[in-house]
Protein backbone atom coordinates (compact mmCIF):
# COMPACT_ATOMS: atom_id res chain seq x y z
CA UNK A 1 0.00 0.00 0.00
CA UNK A 2 2.72 2.27 0.84
CA UNK A 3 4.26 1.83 -2.82
CA UNK A 4 0.91 2.62 -4.32
CA UNK A 5 1.06 5.73 -2.61
CA UNK A 6 3.77 7.01 -2.91
CA UNK A 7 4.06 5.85 -6.46
CA UNK A 8 0.63 7.39 -7.46
CA UNK A 9 -0.03 10.24 -4.90
CA UNK A 10 -3.89 8.99 -4.74
CA UNK A 11 -4.04 11.82 -7.62
CA UNK A 12 -4.34 14.45 -4.50
CA UNK A 13 -6.48 17.68 -6.16
CA UNK A 14 -4.90 20.70 -4.19
CA UNK A 15 -6.69 23.45 -3.16
CA UNK A 16 -5.87 26.84 -1.92
CA UNK A 17 -6.81 27.52 1.60
CA UNK A 18 -10.34 29.32 1.06
CA UNK A 19 -11.16 32.06 3.09
CA UNK A 20 -12.22 30.78 6.51
CA UNK A 21 -15.52 31.78 8.55
CA UNK A 22 -17.17 30.99 11.64
CA UNK A 23 -19.75 28.45 10.28
CA UNK A 24 -20.09 25.39 8.98
CA UNK A 25 -18.17 23.98 6.26
CA UNK A 26 -19.81 21.32 3.72
CA UNK A 27 -18.02 19.79 0.49
CA UNK A 28 -19.01 17.56 -2.33
CA UNK A 29 -18.36 16.00 -5.79
CA UNK A 30 -20.63 15.84 -9.03
CA UNK A 31 -19.80 12.57 -10.54
CA UNK A 32 -18.34 12.91 -14.00
CA UNK A 33 -21.07 10.55 -15.59
CA UNK A 34 -25.01 10.76 -14.74
CA UNK A 35 -27.26 8.79 -17.11
CA UNK A 36 -30.12 6.06 -17.26
CA UNK A 37 -30.04 3.09 -19.48
CA UNK A 38 -32.34 1.27 -21.59
CA UNK A 39 -32.56 -1.67 -23.59
CA UNK A 40 -32.89 -1.55 -27.34
CA UNK A 41 -33.50 -5.00 -28.31
CA UNK A 42 -35.30 -7.71 -26.43
CA UNK A 43 -34.62 -11.41 -27.57
CA UNK A 44 -36.84 -13.28 -25.63
CA UNK A 45 -36.07 -12.63 -21.82
CA UNK A 46 -32.42 -11.82 -22.69
CA UNK A 47 -30.87 -8.50 -23.35
CA UNK A 48 -29.47 -8.43 -26.73
CA UNK A 49 -28.31 -4.44 -26.95
CA UNK A 50 -28.60 -1.59 -24.57
CA UNK A 51 -28.15 2.30 -24.83
CA UNK A 52 -28.27 4.95 -22.70
CA UNK A 53 -31.66 6.73 -22.17
CA UNK A 54 -30.81 10.12 -24.11
CA UNK A 55 -33.68 11.78 -21.92
CA UNK A 56 -31.92 11.40 -18.88
CA UNK A 57 -28.71 12.53 -19.44
CA UNK A 58 -27.17 14.99 -17.55
CA UNK A 59 -24.33 17.44 -17.38
CA UNK A 60 -24.86 18.93 -14.35
CA UNK A 61 -25.91 18.38 -10.55
CA UNK A 62 -27.03 21.22 -8.11
CA UNK A 63 -26.35 21.17 -4.70
CA UNK A 64 -29.70 22.73 -2.71
CA UNK A 65 -29.20 24.54 0.69
CA UNK A 66 -32.04 25.32 2.78
CA UNK A 67 -32.31 27.85 6.03
CA UNK A 68 -32.91 26.35 9.22
CA UNK A 69 -32.36 30.06 10.42
CA UNK A 70 -33.03 33.41 8.72
CA UNK A 71 -30.49 35.73 7.37
CA UNK A 72 -28.28 32.82 7.00
CA UNK A 73 -24.78 34.04 4.48
CA UNK A 74 -23.94 30.64 2.20
CA UNK A 75 -21.29 30.46 -0.61
CA UNK A 76 -20.17 28.44 -2.69
CA UNK A 77 -16.56 27.56 -3.95
CA UNK A 78 -15.32 25.26 -6.58
CA UNK A 79 -12.37 23.33 -5.66
CA UNK A 80 -9.42 22.88 -6.60
CA UNK A 81 -9.50 26.35 -7.87
CA UNK A 82 -11.49 27.90 -4.86
CA UNK A 83 -13.12 30.54 -7.15
CA UNK A 84 -16.12 31.44 -5.78
CA UNK A 85 -19.34 30.28 -7.69
CA UNK A 86 -22.18 32.07 -6.03
CA UNK A 87 -22.73 34.09 -2.38
CA UNK A 88 -25.93 34.12 -1.39
CA UNK A 89 -28.46 34.55 1.59
CA UNK A 90 -31.45 32.19 2.65
CA UNK A 91 -33.77 32.90 5.44
CA UNK A 92 -36.01 30.26 7.41
CA UNK A 93 -37.52 27.63 4.77
CA UNK A 94 -36.14 29.29 1.72
CA UNK A 95 -34.40 26.80 -0.56
CA UNK A 96 -31.34 27.76 -3.48
CA UNK A 97 -29.96 25.43 -6.29
CA UNK A 98 -26.89 25.86 -7.26
CA UNK A 99 -26.12 23.86 -10.40
CA UNK A 100 -22.44 22.67 -10.91
CA UNK A 101 -21.21 20.56 -13.89
CA UNK A 102 -20.46 16.94 -13.72
CA UNK A 103 -16.84 15.91 -12.38
CA UNK A 104 -16.41 18.88 -10.36
CA UNK A 105 -15.76 19.27 -6.20
CA UNK A 106 -16.88 21.89 -4.23
CA UNK A 107 -17.45 23.48 -1.07
CA UNK A 108 -19.91 25.77 0.70
CA UNK A 109 -19.85 27.64 3.98
CA UNK A 110 -22.51 29.11 5.79
CA UNK A 111 -22.43 30.96 8.88
CA UNK A 112 -25.29 29.56 10.62
CA UNK A 113 -26.44 25.64 10.39
CA UNK A 114 -28.25 24.83 7.35
CA UNK A 115 -29.57 22.07 5.61
CA UNK A 116 -27.36 20.90 2.28
CA UNK A 117 -28.08 18.71 -0.39
CA UNK A 118 -26.37 17.73 -3.38
CA UNK A 119 -28.79 16.13 -5.79
CA UNK A 120 -28.24 14.26 -9.38
CA UNK A 121 -30.61 12.84 -12.26
CA UNK A 122 -33.06 13.98 -14.54
CA UNK A 123 -35.47 11.83 -12.16
CA UNK A 124 -34.19 13.86 -9.02
CA UNK A 125 -34.86 17.19 -10.34
CA UNK A 126 -38.77 16.35 -11.92
CA UNK A 127 -39.52 14.30 -8.35
CA UNK A 128 -39.65 11.20 -9.68
CA UNK A 129 -37.06 9.35 -7.61
CA UNK A 130 -36.18 9.36 -3.99
CA UNK A 131 -32.76 8.19 -2.69
CA UNK A 132 -31.60 6.76 0.22
CA UNK A 133 -30.23 9.22 3.40
CA UNK A 134 -30.04 10.41 6.83
CA UNK A 135 -31.29 13.76 7.56
CA UNK A 136 -29.34 16.06 9.26
CA UNK A 137 -31.41 18.12 12.32
CA UNK A 138 -31.58 22.10 12.40
CA UNK A 139 -28.36 21.42 15.04
CA UNK A 140 -26.65 19.67 12.30
CA UNK A 141 -26.23 16.41 14.04
CA UNK A 142 -28.48 12.89 12.99
CA UNK A 143 -30.37 13.01 16.61
CA UNK A 144 -32.60 16.14 16.89
CA UNK A 145 -35.86 17.27 18.05
CA UNK A 146 -36.05 19.99 14.83
CA UNK A 147 -35.58 19.32 11.45
CA UNK A 148 -35.64 21.66 8.06
CA UNK A 149 -35.66 19.45 4.84
CA UNK A 150 -35.93 19.58 0.79
CA UNK A 151 -38.66 16.55 0.36
CA UNK A 152 -36.43 14.32 -2.68
CA UNK A 153 -39.01 11.73 -3.13
CA UNK A 154 -41.05 10.07 -5.67
CA UNK A 155 -44.49 11.79 -6.34
CA UNK A 156 -45.25 8.42 -4.54
CA UNK A 157 -44.91 6.40 -1.40
CA UNK A 158 -43.60 6.60 2.34
CA UNK A 159 -40.19 6.63 1.63
CA UNK A 160 -39.53 8.57 4.98
CA UNK A 161 -38.99 7.03 8.26
CA UNK A 162 -39.13 8.65 11.86
CA UNK A 163 -36.34 6.71 14.46
CA UNK A 164 -37.67 7.42 17.78
CA UNK A 165 -34.94 7.62 20.56
CA UNK A 166 -36.82 9.00 23.21
CA UNK A 167 -40.85 8.75 23.72
CA UNK A 168 -41.83 11.61 21.16
CA UNK A 169 -44.76 13.41 20.14
CA UNK A 170 -44.26 14.53 16.73
CA UNK A 171 -45.57 17.19 14.68
CA UNK A 172 -44.77 18.10 10.65
CA UNK A 173 -45.32 21.28 9.15
CA UNK A 174 -44.98 22.70 5.54
CA UNK A 175 -43.19 25.63 4.40
CA UNK A 176 -46.25 27.82 5.48
CA UNK A 177 -46.86 26.76 9.12
CA UNK A 178 -49.76 24.36 8.31
CA UNK A 179 -49.93 20.87 10.09
CA UNK A 180 -49.30 18.21 7.42
CA UNK A 181 -49.52 15.29 10.44
CA UNK A 182 -49.24 14.45 13.85
CA UNK A 183 -48.36 11.45 15.87
CA UNK A 184 -47.12 9.86 19.14
CA UNK A 185 -44.24 7.11 19.11
CA UNK A 186 -42.82 5.43 21.94
CA UNK A 187 -38.95 4.90 22.17
CA UNK A 188 -37.39 2.54 19.38
CA UNK A 189 -40.82 2.89 17.24
CA UNK A 190 -41.06 4.02 13.61
CA UNK A 191 -43.71 5.85 11.66
CA UNK A 192 -43.39 6.29 7.89
CA UNK A 193 -44.16 9.50 6.10
CA UNK A 194 -44.85 10.21 2.22
CA UNK A 195 -44.56 14.20 1.52
CA UNK A 196 -44.74 16.53 -1.60
CA UNK A 197 -41.86 16.64 -3.92
CA UNK A 198 -39.10 19.32 -4.06
CA UNK A 199 -40.93 21.09 -1.26
CA UNK A 200 -39.55 22.05 2.02
CA UNK A 201 -40.67 20.83 5.52
CA UNK A 202 -40.55 20.70 9.26
CA UNK A 203 -40.50 18.14 11.68
CA UNK A 204 -40.74 19.15 15.15
CA UNK A 205 -40.18 16.84 18.07
CA UNK A 206 -41.03 16.29 22.09
CA UNK A 207 -37.76 13.67 22.25
CA UNK A 208 -34.98 12.94 20.27
CA UNK A 209 -35.50 11.37 16.66
CA UNK A 210 -33.46 10.27 13.93
CA UNK A 211 -34.97 10.84 10.03
CA UNK A 212 -34.18 8.75 7.24
CA UNK A 213 -35.45 8.27 3.29
CA UNK A 214 -35.10 5.06 2.92
CA UNK A 215 -35.58 3.04 -0.96
CA UNK A 216 -32.56 0.49 -0.91
CA UNK A 217 -29.51 2.45 -1.69
CA UNK A 218 -25.83 2.85 -0.46
CA UNK A 219 -25.97 4.42 3.14
CA UNK A 220 -23.54 4.92 5.87
CA UNK A 221 -25.54 4.55 9.21
CA UNK A 222 -24.27 7.80 11.87
CA UNK A 223 -24.52 6.70 15.10
CA UNK A 224 -26.84 7.05 17.38
CA UNK A 225 -24.24 8.92 20.16
CA UNK A 226 -23.01 11.10 16.91
CA UNK A 227 -20.49 10.99 14.18
CA UNK A 228 -20.27 7.58 11.96
CA UNK A 229 -17.91 5.37 14.84
CA UNK A 230 -19.83 4.30 17.39
CA UNK A 231 -21.46 1.27 19.10
CA UNK A 232 -25.88 1.45 18.52
CA UNK A 233 -26.83 2.42 15.22
CA UNK A 234 -31.12 2.84 13.80
CA UNK A 235 -32.51 2.69 10.70
CA UNK A 236 -33.93 1.16 7.59
CA UNK A 237 -33.51 -2.60 6.40
CA UNK A 238 -34.44 -4.34 2.76
CA UNK A 239 -35.49 -7.87 2.88
CA UNK A 240 -33.09 -9.63 0.62
CA UNK A 241 -35.62 -11.55 -1.00
CA UNK A 242 -36.59 -8.38 -2.66
CA UNK A 243 -33.34 -7.86 -4.58
CA UNK A 244 -31.99 -9.52 -7.61
CA UNK A 245 -28.82 -11.39 -7.80
CA UNK A 246 -26.32 -9.24 -9.28
CA UNK A 247 -26.42 -6.77 -6.58
CA UNK A 248 -26.94 -8.90 -3.90
CA UNK A 249 -27.81 -6.40 -0.67
CA UNK A 250 -25.19 -5.81 1.97
CA UNK A 251 -24.88 -4.38 5.37
CA UNK A 252 -21.28 -4.46 6.21
CA UNK A 253 -19.80 -3.70 9.64
CA UNK A 254 -15.93 -2.68 10.20
CA UNK A 255 -13.96 -2.52 13.27
CA UNK A 256 -10.76 -2.11 14.73
CA UNK A 257 -11.33 -4.60 17.34
CA UNK A 258 -13.10 -7.55 17.57
CA UNK A 259 -16.93 -7.13 18.95
CA UNK A 260 -19.84 -9.57 19.04
CA UNK A 261 -23.21 -7.27 17.19
CA UNK A 262 -26.72 -7.85 18.27
CA UNK A 263 -28.99 -7.28 15.83
CA UNK A 264 -32.42 -6.39 16.88
CA UNK A 265 -36.05 -6.41 14.81
CA UNK A 266 -37.36 -2.80 15.41
CA UNK A 267 -41.24 -3.90 14.40
CA UNK A 268 -41.55 -6.56 16.18
CA UNK A 269 -38.93 -6.04 19.32
CA UNK A 270 -37.11 -8.90 19.06
CA UNK A 271 -33.62 -10.12 18.82
CA UNK A 272 -32.97 -10.95 15.15
CA UNK A 273 -29.54 -12.63 14.92
CA UNK A 274 -26.08 -12.02 16.97
CA UNK A 275 -22.49 -12.09 14.24
CA UNK A 276 -19.00 -11.60 15.80
CA UNK A 277 -16.97 -9.33 13.76
CA UNK A 278 -13.17 -10.69 14.15
CA UNK A 279 -10.41 -7.53 14.77
CA UNK A 280 -9.43 -5.34 11.59
CA UNK A 281 -11.77 -7.07 9.61
CA UNK A 282 -14.90 -6.39 7.92
CA UNK A 283 -17.99 -8.80 8.31
CA UNK A 284 -20.61 -8.88 6.15
CA UNK A 285 -24.78 -9.39 6.99
CA UNK A 286 -27.74 -10.43 4.65
CA UNK A 287 -30.51 -8.71 7.07
CA UNK A 288 -33.78 -9.89 6.33
CA UNK A 289 -36.37 -7.39 8.28
CA UNK A 290 -37.54 -3.65 7.81
CA UNK A 291 -36.22 -2.04 10.59
CA UNK A 292 -33.17 -2.23 12.69
CA UNK A 293 -31.26 -1.98 15.80
CA UNK A 294 -27.47 -2.87 15.30
CA UNK A 295 -25.77 -2.72 19.13
CA UNK A 296 -22.10 -3.89 18.95
CA UNK A 297 -19.52 -4.14 22.25
CA UNK A 298 -16.79 -2.03 20.33
CA UNK A 299 -17.23 0.93 17.95
CA UNK A 300 -17.64 0.02 14.19
CA UNK A 301 -18.80 1.82 10.72
CA UNK A 302 -21.94 0.41 9.49
CA UNK A 303 -22.60 0.51 5.77
CA UNK A 304 -25.61 -0.59 3.65
CA UNK A 305 -23.93 -1.69 0.35
CA UNK A 306 -26.51 -0.81 -2.78
CA UNK A 307 -26.11 1.67 -4.86
CA UNK A 308 -26.01 5.80 -5.07
CA UNK A 309 -24.43 8.66 -3.39
CA UNK A 310 -23.58 8.66 0.69
CA UNK A 311 -21.52 10.23 3.08
CA UNK A 312 -19.38 9.04 6.35
CA UNK A 313 -16.90 11.19 8.29
CA UNK A 314 -14.52 10.41 11.22
CA UNK A 315 -13.58 13.55 13.69
CA UNK A 316 -10.11 14.09 15.34
CA UNK A 317 -8.60 11.62 16.78
CA UNK A 318 -10.78 8.36 15.27
CA UNK A 319 -9.21 5.52 13.77
CA UNK A 320 -10.94 2.95 11.94
CA UNK A 321 -11.74 0.96 9.07
CA UNK A 322 -14.00 2.10 6.52
CA UNK A 323 -15.11 -0.60 3.45
CA UNK A 324 -15.29 1.47 -0.16
CA UNK A 325 -16.86 -0.64 -2.17
CA UNK A 326 -16.05 1.02 -5.91
CA UNK A 327 -14.03 -1.20 -7.82
CA UNK A 328 -15.13 -4.76 -6.87
CA UNK A 329 -18.14 -7.15 -7.70
CA UNK A 330 -21.24 -6.30 -8.42
CA UNK A 331 -20.30 -2.30 -7.88
CA UNK A 332 -18.31 0.56 -9.67
CA UNK A 333 -17.49 4.02 -8.31
CA UNK A 334 -15.16 6.73 -6.60
CA UNK A 335 -15.09 8.00 -3.10
CA UNK A 336 -13.15 11.37 -1.40
CA UNK A 337 -11.84 12.22 1.79
CA UNK A 338 -12.16 16.22 2.59
CA UNK A 339 -10.33 18.04 5.03
CA UNK A 340 -11.67 21.52 5.98
CA UNK A 341 -8.60 22.35 8.24
CA UNK A 342 -4.55 21.39 8.01
CA UNK A 343 -5.20 17.37 8.62
CA UNK A 344 -2.79 14.39 8.93
CA UNK A 345 -4.67 11.33 7.63
CA UNK A 346 -3.07 7.83 7.63
CA UNK A 347 -4.12 5.26 5.11
CA UNK A 348 -3.30 2.07 6.40
CA UNK A 349 0.43 2.54 6.65
CA UNK A 350 1.18 6.01 4.95
CA UNK A 351 1.01 9.45 6.47
CA UNK A 352 -0.68 12.24 4.73
CA UNK A 353 -0.22 15.84 5.49
CA UNK A 354 -3.47 17.74 3.52
CA UNK A 355 -3.86 21.19 3.38
CA UNK A 356 -7.28 23.13 4.29
CA UNK A 357 -9.93 22.42 1.33
CA UNK A 358 -7.55 19.62 0.05
CA UNK A 359 -9.17 16.62 -1.46
CA UNK A 360 -8.00 12.46 -1.66
CA UNK A 361 -9.21 9.89 -3.70
CA UNK A 362 -9.97 6.79 -1.79
CA UNK A 363 -8.81 3.75 -3.13
CA UNK A 364 -11.34 1.02 -3.72
CA UNK A 365 -11.60 -1.85 -1.16
CA UNK A 366 -10.89 -2.01 2.73
CA UNK A 367 -8.79 0.04 4.38
CA UNK A 368 -7.35 1.70 8.07
CA UNK A 369 -7.89 5.41 8.44
CA UNK A 370 -7.25 7.73 11.22
CA UNK A 371 -7.23 11.56 11.22
CA UNK A 372 -6.20 14.41 13.93
CA UNK A 373 -8.69 16.62 12.29
CA UNK A 374 -12.84 16.09 11.44
CA UNK A 375 -12.81 14.35 7.43
CA UNK A 376 -15.76 13.84 5.15
CA UNK A 377 -15.85 11.42 3.08
CA UNK A 378 -18.23 10.85 0.10
CA UNK A 379 -19.06 7.26 -1.74
CA UNK A 380 -20.92 7.22 -5.29
CA UNK A 381 -21.01 3.42 -6.31
CA UNK A 382 -23.43 1.69 -8.66
CA UNK A 383 -24.09 -1.67 -10.34
CA UNK A 384 -21.13 -2.39 -12.62
CA UNK A 385 -21.13 -5.34 -15.45
CA UNK A 386 -21.73 -8.32 -14.30
CA UNK A 387 -22.73 -11.71 -16.12
CA UNK A 388 -24.78 -12.45 -13.49
CA UNK A 389 -28.44 -12.32 -14.68
CA UNK A 390 -31.09 -10.53 -12.54
CA UNK A 391 -34.33 -11.59 -11.94
CA UNK A 392 -35.46 -10.85 -15.43
CA UNK A 393 -32.09 -12.41 -16.55
CA UNK A 394 -30.90 -9.56 -18.31
CA UNK A 395 -27.59 -8.55 -17.97
CA UNK A 396 -25.82 -4.88 -16.42
CA UNK A 397 -23.99 -3.40 -19.30
CA UNK A 398 -20.67 -1.78 -19.28
CA UNK A 399 -22.60 1.82 -20.18
CA UNK A 400 -24.38 1.52 -16.66
CA UNK A 401 -23.34 4.65 -14.20
CA UNK A 402 -25.84 6.61 -12.07
CA UNK A 403 -28.77 7.88 -13.15
CA UNK A 404 -30.53 9.76 -9.63
CA UNK A 405 -29.07 10.57 -6.55
CA UNK A 406 -29.39 12.28 -3.60
CA UNK A 407 -27.60 12.93 -0.23
CA UNK A 408 -27.79 14.98 3.07
CA UNK A 409 -24.76 16.73 3.30
CA UNK A 410 -23.00 16.93 6.88
CA UNK A 411 -20.70 19.85 7.58
CA UNK A 412 -17.26 18.80 8.72
CA UNK A 413 -17.86 20.43 12.41
CA UNK A 414 -21.19 18.35 13.07
CA UNK A 415 -19.10 15.52 13.62
CA UNK A 416 -17.90 16.34 16.82
CA UNK A 417 -22.10 16.77 17.84
CA UNK A 418 -23.39 13.91 20.22
CA UNK A 419 -22.85 13.01 23.57
CA UNK A 420 -23.67 9.85 25.64
CA UNK A 421 -27.06 9.10 23.99
CA UNK A 422 -28.41 5.37 23.74
CA UNK A 423 -31.39 3.72 23.12
CA UNK A 424 -33.84 2.30 25.18
CA UNK A 425 -32.92 -1.58 25.22
CA UNK A 426 -35.43 -2.39 22.59
CA UNK A 427 -36.45 -5.71 24.38
CA UNK A 428 -37.90 -3.74 27.12
CA UNK A 429 -35.01 -4.40 29.55
CA UNK A 430 -36.03 -1.21 31.70
CA UNK A 431 -39.03 -2.36 33.93
CA UNK A 432 -41.58 0.74 34.05
CA UNK A 433 -42.64 2.11 37.58
CA UNK A 434 -46.23 1.31 36.84
CA UNK A 435 -45.20 -2.07 36.46
CA UNK A 436 -43.02 -2.16 39.30
CA UNK A 437 -45.66 -0.41 41.73
CA UNK A 438 -48.02 -3.10 40.76
CA UNK A 439 -45.70 -6.24 41.21
CA UNK A 440 -45.18 -4.79 44.60
CA UNK A 441 -48.98 -4.13 45.09
CA UNK A 442 -49.04 -7.68 44.35
CA UNK A 443 -46.57 -9.12 46.31
CA UNK A 444 -48.12 -7.34 49.44
CA UNK A 445 -51.62 -9.22 48.47
CA UNK A 446 -49.74 -12.27 48.67
CA UNK A 447 -48.41 -12.07 51.82
CA UNK A 448 -51.31 -10.63 53.24
CA UNK A 449 -53.09 -13.79 51.88
CA UNK A 450 -50.32 -16.38 53.37
CA UNK A 451 -50.69 -14.78 56.84
CA UNK A 452 -54.30 -15.40 56.79
CA UNK A 453 -54.36 -18.77 55.24
CA UNK A 454 -51.77 -19.53 58.55
CA UNK A 455 -54.02 -18.14 61.02
CA UNK A 456 -57.07 -20.29 59.66
CA UNK A 457 -55.34 -23.18 60.00
CA UNK A 458 -54.43 -22.50 63.61
CA UNK A 459 -57.57 -21.55 64.59
Not at 192 to 213: A, H, I, W
Amino acid sequence: MRRFLLLTGLLLVLGPSLPRVLGYTYYGFIPREIWGIEAAKMAGHDVAEWRVDNRTIMTRGLVAVVGNHDDTRVKVYALPSGGLVQELTVNRFEKALVPLPNGSFFKVTSDKVASVFLIGGWGMEQGLSSPTMFLTSVDGGYAGREFILLALQSQAGLPYRVYALEDSEVTVYDANGSQVTAFRLSANQRRDLGLGSLRVYRLVSTGKVMLQEWTGGTCFYPSVGGGFLGRQFIGGAFPTESWQGYMPPAYVATGLEGSKLTIFDVEFKKKYDEKTLTASSNLTMQIKVRDIVVESEKPILLMYWGGGVTYAGLKAGQEAYVYLPTKVFATAGEAYLFAYKETTVTVDDAALRLAPDEVLPLPEGFHRLSTNENVLIELANWAAPSEIYAGTRTRIPAINRLSNFGACIPSAESLSLGGDLRLKPVLGGEIPWTYAIAGAAAAVVVAILAVMLRRGRKA
